[in-house]
């Protein structure tokens, strides 16, 4: 598979994930998020933030995770996963 968008994590995703490490829902979560490094279009599937620019979220095991993305930078970065879920 081609890397179509470079990945970034903002700590708080990092530590949630890594808190619930060595579980089903860590792997569903993260395997979720790093979907959208092979995507064409990153925002497939997702529901725009409208408040907020190159925001968008989507539903992964039970949790929203909030992204941004950077369409001149081909970058895709998870901002927030929420934590109750």
Wanted: proline share 2%.
């Amino acid at each position: 598979m081609k890397v179509n968008w470079t990945l970034r994590y903002e700590r708080s995703v990092t530590a949630f994930l890594y808190s619930i490490r060595g579980t089903e829902k860590a792997a569903k979560l993260s395997e979720a998020i790093k979907a959208f490094q092979y995507k064409d279009d990153p925002t497939e599937g997702c529901i725009i933030v409208e408040e907020r620019p190159a925001r968008y979220e989507f539903e992964a095991a039970g949790h929203w995770v909030g992204i941004r993305v950077l369409v001149d930078d081909k970058t895709v970065s998870a901002l927030y996963i929420t934590i109750e879920g």
